[in-house]
C-alpha cells in the first residue's frame, strides 16, 4: 500500500512558477515504482502532465508543459516534486500525483495509488 500526499499548490498570476511535492507517508518509494502527475480542470478529463520512473532517470513531460515543467525526485525524502515555470490560465486544474509498478505510463487508469490532489489556480 502506497499512500501520497500532494503540496504546493496555490493561487498566482501568469508566468509565476509553482513546485509541487508529492511524499509518500509511512514508506518509501519502491525502486521499480513509477510516479506521475496528472490534473483536471472542471468539466475536463484528467489528464497526464509528466512521469518518472524511481529505478532510474527515465522522466517523460506531456507536449503542453514541455520546457515550462519538470517532473524530479528526491528519493532520500520520499518525495517526487513538479517544477512549473510560466504558468498559463490554462494550467488551472486540480493536480494529482500518482504511482504504479513498473515504468510511468501516460494514461491515469495504468495507476493505482492516488493521492487526494492540490489545487493550482492562475490568473491572467
Known amino acids: 500500500q502506497v499512500e501520497l500526499v500532494e503540496s504546493g499548490g496555490g493561487l498566482v498570476q501568469a508566468g509565476e512558477s509553482l513546485r509541487l511535492s508529492c511524499a509518500a507517508s509511512?514508506?518509501?518509494?519502491?525502486?521499480?515504482?513509477?510516479v506521475g502527475w496528472f490534473r483536471q480542470a472542471p468539466g475536463k478529463e484528467r489528464e497526464f502532465v509528466a512521469g518518472l520512473s524511481l529505478s532510474g532517470g527515465d522522466i517523460g513531460h506531456a507536449d503542453s508543459v514541455k520546457g515550462r515543467f519538470t517532473i524530479s525526485k528526491d528519493i532520500a525524502k520520499n518525495t517526487v516534486y513538479l517544477q512549473m515555470n510560466s504558468l498559463k490560465p490554462e494550467d488551472t486544474a486540480i493536480y494529482y500525483c500518482?504511482?504504479?509498478?513498473?515504468?510511468?505510463?501516460?494514461?491515469?487508469?495504468?495507476?493505482?495509488?492516488w493521492g487526494q490532489g492540490t489545487q493550482v489556480t492562475v490568473s491572467s
Open positions: 500518482a504511482a504504479r509498478f513498473g515504468n510511468w505510463q501516460t494514461e491515469a487508469s495504468d495507476y493505482r495509488y
Open positions: 509511512g514508506r518509501t518509494f519502491i525502486q521499480n515504482y513509477a
